[in-house]
């Protein structure tokens, strides 16, 4: 008896002495090598990083962009060298050569070559990844120890950026003996050629532990360990000096700001979009649609629903802080004007009585605006502006699933919905204008001349005759307006000046918005 | 004793069908919710792989064969959404929840029966009325609520304590300094369920002892002239004890949802953070596994409490033990 109470003394002193004693704040260094560099997420798991186990979605991709490399990477101005150091393009057979870097190692020391390259390809053939869209590669072939030519099927423009710019390069030597990758997660599995290497992950506690690959080609790495923790609450984990970066919400600005933090804004990847039934009566019609468009003013709803925090949508759906947004002057102006709107429905055979419009049996004009509990803000004030225009609406708030099987089911009205993905290559516009893939975001308008548009902007490989083509995507999708994208919700990014982050044109690998690009951690950072 | 074990092994073959037959019929399905998001887009072969490997693509009664065989053998499947083994995910996430939820158990348990006694002992006096009062405004307080002050109070204004996570990331500790971080690690989290536990406890066993207090045991220890303090608890509150005892250990189950709040608000490891996230990607087989890891756990809890509260109260020992304790 007299022992526990020792022991359990002993405990309390220990905790005491815990508390007291040992700090966990991290000091950043004022040289500029970097001892410890934390990074907060409030999700915190994202899966183990390799290219079959990492979750499919941003983050996860990011954690393992640390430790595997690709053929070409991007910076703020576009494409980069990566473990190729030049590449080119021959029109006449549809073909990329890339010369590889020579002398790179993996972690283990084993060297990295050509075959490791082609291996990567044919084994992402044989067990897909979703890191990995290889289905526009026709063939490829090693040339010599340093080069690889790869065979395209058809003229696709996006190829660096989706493919050499996202595909993680496996080493040959470990992953030729793995059958069931998706069961590899052995020390083995994080062995790669980037900046850093896997020292540590614990999924249940969202950690993730990098050490510095000191030999790493482009440069011995800023910080010698980095590491990505879950946090409760980023702003507070921040003004604690739990860590050195962290999402933040708006509101945190100032004190953030205040207290020396660098807070930057993300770009406007992400869009809350009305998305009308044009299969059903009377959306079927654009003079309709557009109508409904011209009733909603968008800076008011930016103004309500988002506390001023973001910027009134662009009916070509791109933002335009994008490299390829088409321009306001290009695009049809739906600034809200009920008269108009009004005189439109009118035309349109309904009599407007009593402030309210009729249908021609003189029953009143009704219609539902089904959302996510998520947006049931938005959905409320757009409801109010149609019901201002003359139409009766009922707005019908339900859990995530029901809406999307919904909308993917036609089964809908009117539907607002939000998606990302905005900040990539505009072949990101296949998925949410024409075709069936992701149905419950895409407004499937199966218009002729939009895909027609769609298709010239992917197999044009020239940049700038690129750009005037998805520009044409935005112009005849604005006009037709399927979906109408109402607001993109600003996102906020805190960190000290241990690190100078930036953003990635189009986005980190596929099209990642956040800052962490991993060339901001290597010597020569953006000067490459 | 052997028809309660076979109780317990039929209601978890029912649970098991249940568990198995209601997150299906949630709307929506794996593939969406998983790769629902804007980035990476599902292309038709990268679907029909993932059917195929994850069995979806059978109809729903092969699906609960396979599940039923396999879980038999050992196996809880793999996880689509966490990539990995259910049980190796399980087995990474229980101990902390473990920790947290026995931690809270024992501590509410020890401290609102004491209190509760000490409370009933003292019936009307001032003691008794202040601390009614105190229970009530914790009772009032969702656990959440209560987190988040915490969260402020002790992490941020006055920061005694991390604020996330169950150890400190960037070290490595072992041995003794291992506890101290886990333990300060813990301290905000536990406080919080503690706290939400409390009241529950404190109410049970002061009515309890209210009870029993007047009940001619007590009147006959009394009049033995033994010390109050040892009336109070070798006699009375041992009396008083039994549906205390079965009521913690009822509490688990309820201990097990109010454990997910205090995960999300300080970022804590755990089973609650795992449940949430495969029910909103409907990754069906960790959802198996958390509720029949969390059935199993407050299965064994019932248990617990069963042969405990017998263990305590002598009059449970008897063969005809409710008809006596109903004659007293």
Same mark, same amino acid.
């Given at each position: 008896?007299?022992?526990?109470?020792?022991?359990?003394?002993?405990?309390?002193?220990?905790?005491?002495?815990?508390?007291?004693?040992?700090? #966990?704040?991290?000091?950043?260094?004022?040289?500029?090598?970097?001892? @410890?560099?934390?990074?907060?997420?409030? %999700?915190?798991?994202?899966?183990?990083?390799?290219?079959?186990?990492?979750?499919?979605?941003?983050?996860?991709? $990011?954690?393992?962009?640390?430790?595997?490399?690709?053929?070409?990477?991007?910076?703020?101005?576009?494409?980069?060298?990566?473990?190729?150091?030049?590449?080119?393009?021959?029109?006449?057979?549809?073909?990329?050569?890339?010369?590889?870097?020579?002398?790179?190692?993996?972690?283990?020391?084993?060297?990295?070559?050509?075959?490791?390259?082609?291996?990567?390809?044919?084994?992402?053939?044989?067990?897909?990844?979703?890191?990995?869209?290889?289905?526009?590669?026709?063939?490829?072939?090693? $040339?010599?120890?340093? @080069?690889?030519?790869?065979?395209?099927?058809?003229?696709?423009?996006?190829?660096?950026?989706?493919?050499?710019?996202?595909?993680?390069?496996?080493?040959? /030597?470990?992953?030729?003996?793995?059958?069931?990758?998706?069961?590899?997660? @052995?020390?083995?599995?994080?062995?790669?050629?980037? *900046?850093?290497?896997?020292?540590?992950?614990?999924?249940?506690?969202?950690?993730?532990?990098?050490?510095?690959?000191?030999?790493?080609? &482009?440069?011995?790495?800023?910080?010698?360990?980095?590491?990505?923790?879950?946090?409760?609450?980023? /702003?507070?984990?921040?003004?604690?000096?739990?860590?050195?970066?962290?999402?933040?919400?708006?509101?945190?600005?100032?004190?953030?700001?205040?207290?020396?933090?660098?807070?930057?804004?993300?770009?406007?990847?992400?869009?809350?979009?009305?998305?009308?039934?044009?299969? +059903?009566?009377?959306?079927?019609?654009?003079?309709?649609?557009?109508?409904?468009?011209?009733?909603? %003013?968008?800076?008011?709803?930016?103004? +309500?629903?988002?506390?001023?925090?973001?910027?009134?949508?662009?009916?070509?759906?791109?933002? *335009?802080?994008?490299?390829?947004?088409?321009?306001?002057?290009?695009?049809?102006?739906?600034?809200?004007?009920?008269?108009?709107?009004?005189?439109?429905?009118?035309?349109?055979?309904?009599?407007? =009585?009593?402030?309210?419009?009729?249908?021609?049996?003189?029953?009143?004009?009704?219609?539902?605006?089904?959302?996510?509990?998520?947006?049931?803000?938005?959905?409320?004030?757009?409801?109010?502006?149609?019901?201002?225009?003359?139409?009766?609406?009922?707005?019908?708030?339900?859990?995530?699933?029901?809406?999307?099987?919904?909308?993917?089911?036609?089964?809908?009205?009117?539907?607002?919905?939000?998606?990302?993905?905005?900040?990539?290559?505009?072949?990101?516009?296949?998925?949410?204008?024409?075709?069936?893939?992701?149905? /419950?975001?895409?407004?499937?308008?199966?218009?002729?001349?939009?895909?027609?548009?769609?298709?010239?902007?992917?197999?044009?490989?020239?940049?700038?005759?690129?750009?005037?083509?998805?520009?044409?995507?935005?112009?005849?999708?604005?006009?037709?307006?399927?979906?109408?994208? &109402?607001?993109?919700?600003?996102?906020?990014?805190?960190?000290?000046?241990?690190?100078?982050?930036?953003?990635?044109?189009?986005?980190?690998?596929?099209?990642?918005?956040? *800052?962490?690009?991993?060339?901001?951690?290597?010597?020569?950072?953006?000067?490459? | 004793?052997?028809?309660?074990?076979?109780?317990?092994?039929?209601?978890?073959?029912?649970?098991?069908?249940?568990?198995?037959?209601?997150?299906?019929?949630?709307?929506?399905? *794996?593939?969406?919710?998983?790769?629902?998001?804007?980035?990476?887009?599902?292309?038709? =072969?990268?679907?029909?792989?993932?059917?195929?490997?994850?069995?979806?693509?059978?109809?729903?009664?092969?699906?609960?064969?396979?599940?039923?065989?396999?879980?038999? =053998?050992?196996?809880?499947?793999?996880?689509?959404?966490?990539?990995?083994?259910?049980?190796?995910?399980?087995?990474?996430?229980?101990?902390?929840?473990?920790? &947290?939820?026995?931690?809270? &158990?024992?501590?509410?348990?020890?401290?609102?029966?004491?209190?509760?006694?000490?409370?009933?002992?003292?019936?009307?006096?001032?003691?008794?009325?202040?601390?009614?009062?105190?229970?009530?405004?914790?009772?009032?307080?969702?656990?959440?609520?209560?987190?988040?002050?915490?969260?402020?109070?002790?992490?941020?204004?006055?920061?005694?304590?991390?604020?996330?996570?169950?150890?400190?990331?960037?070290?490595?500790?072992?041995?003794?300094?291992?506890?101290?971080?886990?333990?300060?690690?813990?301290?905000?989290?536990?406080?919080?369920?503690?706290?939400?536990?409390?009241?529950?406890?404190?109410?049970?066993?002061?009515?309890?002892?209210?009870?029993?207090?007047?009940?001619?045991?007590?009147?006959?220890?009394?009049?033995?002239?033994?010390?109050?303090?040892?009336?109070?608890?070798?006699?009375?509150?041992?009396?008083?004890?039994?549906?205390?005892?079965?009521?913690?250990?009822?509490?688990?189950?309820?201990?097990?949802?109010?454990?997910?709040?205090?995960?999300?608000?300080?970022?804590?490891?755990?089973?609650?953070?795992?449940?949430?996230?495969?029910?909103?990607?409907?990754?069906?087989?960790?959802?198996?596994? #958390?509720? $029949?890891?969390?059935?199993? #756990?407050?299965?064994?809890?019932?248990?617990?409490?069963?042969?405990?509260?017998?263990?305590?109260?002598?009059?449970?020992?008897?063969?005809?033990?409710?008809? $006596?304790?109903?004659?007293?």
């Amino acid at each position: 008896m007299k022992n526990k109470l020792v022991i359990g003394l002993a405990t309390l002193l220990i905790i005491a002495l815990a508390v007291t004693g040992i700090s #966990c704040s991290s000091s950043p260094a004022e040289d500029t090598f970097v001892e @410890t560099y934390i990074i907060g997420d409030e %999700d915190g798991d994202w899966g183990y990083p390799t290219p079959y186990t990492s979750y499919p979605r941003g983050p996860g991709y $990011l954690r393992l962009s640390y430790i595997f490399d690709t053929l070409v990477w991007k910076d703020s101005e576009g494409f980069t060298e990566a473990l190729a150091k030049d590449w080119s393009f021959a029109e006449d057979e549809l073909s990329y050569t890339f010369n590889l870097r020579e002398g790179v190692n993996w972690h283990d020391g084993e060297s990295f070559s050509a075959a490791d390259v082609v291996f990567t390809y044919e084994y992402y053939e044989k067990h897909p990844s979703h890191w990995a869209q290889i289905d526009k590669i026709k063939d490829m072939e090693k $040339l010599d120890e340093h @080069t690889v030519k790869i065979y395209l099927e058809e003229p696709y423009a996006p190829f660096l950026n989706n493919v050499a710019g996202v595909m993680p390069i496996l080493p040959r /030597h470990i992953w030729e003996e793995v059958d069931e990758p998706e069961e590899f997660t @052995t020390a083995e599995a994080v062995i790669g050629t980037g *900046p850093y290497e896997l020292e540590k992950y614990r999924r249940e506690e969202g950690l993730y532990r990098y050490e510095a690959n000191p030999d790493y080609y &482009l440069g011995e790495p800023l910080v010698e360990q980095l590491l990505f923790i879950k946090v409760s609450d980023p /702003h507070l984990a921040l003004q604690r000096g739990d860590v050195n970066y962290a999402m933040v919400e708006a509101e945190a600005k100032g004190t953030l700001k205040n207290a020396g933090y660098e807070v930057v804004q993300g770009e406007h990847d992400f869009n809350l979009k009305l998305m009308f039934n044009h299969t +059903r009566e009377p959306f079927d019609q654009l003079e309709f649609r557009q109508a409904v468009a011209r009733a909603i %003013d968008l800076e008011k709803l930016v103004e +309500r629903a988002l506390r001023g925090h973001g910027i009134p949508g662009s009916p070509g759906m791109i933002s *335009p802080d994008s490299y390829w947004f088409a321009g306001e002057d290009a695009l049809p102006d739906y600034g809200q004007d009920m008269e108009k709107a009004r005189r439109m429905i009118e035309e349109m055979g309904y009599s407007f =009585q009593g402030e309210k419009f009729k249908d021609k049996d003189g029953e009143p004009l009704s219609m539902e605006i089904l959302t996510a509990a998520d947006y049931s803000r938005e959905a409320e004030i757009v409801a109010g502006q149609l019901e201002e225009l003359g139409l009766k609406i009922e707005t019908r708030s339900a859990e995530r699933n029901v809406v999307d099987n919904r909308i993917r089911d036609w089964n809908y009205d009117m539907a607002i919905t939000a998606h990302g993905g905005l900040g990539g290559d505009p072949e990101i516009f296949w998925r949410f204008m024409v075709g069936e893939s992701s149905p /419950h975001l895409n407004a499937r308008y199966d218009y002729p001349p939009l895909k027609e548009a769609l298709q010239n902007q992917a197999r044009e490989m020239d940049l700038s005759k690129r750009k005037e083509l998805a520009e044409e995507v935005q112009r005849i999708f604005a006009a037709e307006i399927p979906s109408y994208t &109402l607001h993109y919700p600003a996102w906020y990014f805190a960190y000290d000046e241990t690190v100078d982050w930036f953003f990635t044109r189009d986005g980190i690998g596929v099209g990642t918005p956040l *800052p962490l690009n991993k060339m901001a951690l290597v010597d020569e950072g953006e000067e490459l | 004793m052997r028809r309660r074990i076979g109780d317990y092994a039929l209601a978890l073959l029912i649970i098991l069908i249940l568990n198995f037959i209601i997150p299906r019929l949630m709307p929506g399905d *794996p593939l969406t919710a998983m790769y629902g998001g804007a980035l990476v887009e599902m292309t038709p =072969q990268m679907e029909s792989y993932l059917l195929e490997r994850y069995g979806l693509d059978k109809p729903l009664g092969e699906q609960f064969v396979v599940y039923f065989s396999n879980l038999i =053998q050992g196996d809880l499947g793999y996880s689509y959404y966490f990539r990995a083994p259910v049980s190796q995910v399980l087995l990474g996430a229980l101990p902390w929840t473990l920790l &947290l939820v026995v931690t809270s &158990l024992l501590v509410s348990g020890v401290l609102g029966i004491i209190w509760g006694v000490e409370s009933a002992w003292r019936r009307g006096l001032r003691f008794d009325r202040v601390s009614l009062v105190l229970v009530m405004l914790l009772n009032g307080i969702p656990g959440f609520v209560l987190g988040i002050l915490f969260l402020l109070l002790l992490g941020f204004f006055l920061p005694l304590f991390p604020i996330s996570g169950g150890a400190s990331p960037h070290m490595d500790y072992t041995g003794l300094a291992r506890l101290a971080d886990i333990s300060r690690h813990l301290f905000l989290p536990a406080l919080t369920l503690t706290l939400g536990q409390l009241p529950r406890n404190f109410l049970l066993m002061r009515s309890a002892l209210i009870n029993v207090k007047e009940k001619p045991y007590v009147f006959t220890a009394r009049s033995k002239g033994l010390k109050d303090r040892l009336v109070r608890y070798r006699h009375a509150a041992r009396g008083a004890l039994s549906p205390v005892i079965t009521r913690l250990g009822m509490s688990v189950g309820l201990l097990f949802t109010g454990v997910l709040f205090v995960e999300i608000v300080f970022a804590y490891p755990g089973l609650g953070h795992l449940f949430y996230v495969a029910i909103q990607y409907h990754d069906y087989p960790t959802i198996h596994g #958390c509720l $029949l890891l969390i059935t199993v #756990c407050v299965l064994f809890f019932n248990f617990l409490a069963d042969w405990g509260s017998q263990k305590i109260d002598p009059r449970l020992r008897e063969k005809d033990a409710r008809q $006596l304790l109903e004659r007293t």
